[in-house]
């Protein structure tokens, strides 16, 4: 496969960034898995760099898959987002809650299951 082939988003998948409201908010549609996770990664990473402290949500409200490499991706941010004394607050869909009920590190995320107004 060409590498150009390789950094394509794949069809329904998006980041979007509200780093403008009083909550930052990133919202993610599509599916998280080994090609879209650094993305993800890249946006929170940036993000939780950048805010002194405070609140960031993570709004996965429209994931349609979530593999352990996107789990992989919000256990590193939520490590990242202590270390800066940010919140980092998850909004999972059915999707991402599954994977994280049978992984068993909710203890270790900040979940909720209504989204921010």
Do not use: C, W, Y
């Amino acid at each position: 496969m060409p590498a150009a082939d390789q950094n394509t988003t794949p069809p329904g998948f998006s980041i979007t960034l509200d780093a403008e409201a009083s909550v930052p908010r990133v919202v993610v549609t599509g599916e998280l898995d080994l090609l879209t996770s650094p993305q993800l990664q890249e946006t929170l990473g940036a993000l939780i760099t950048d805010k002194p402290s405070g609140r960031v949500v993570a709004d996965l409200t429209g994931v349609t898959f979530f593999d352990s490499s996107a789990l992989n991706v919000v256990l590193q941010a939520q490590r990242q987002a202590a270390e800066k004394a940010v919140e980092l607050e998850l909004v999972p869909s059915p999707q991402v809650s599954r994977v994280i009920e049978l992984t068993g590190v909710a203890e270790h995320l900040s979940v909720s299951e209504e989204p921010p107004a």
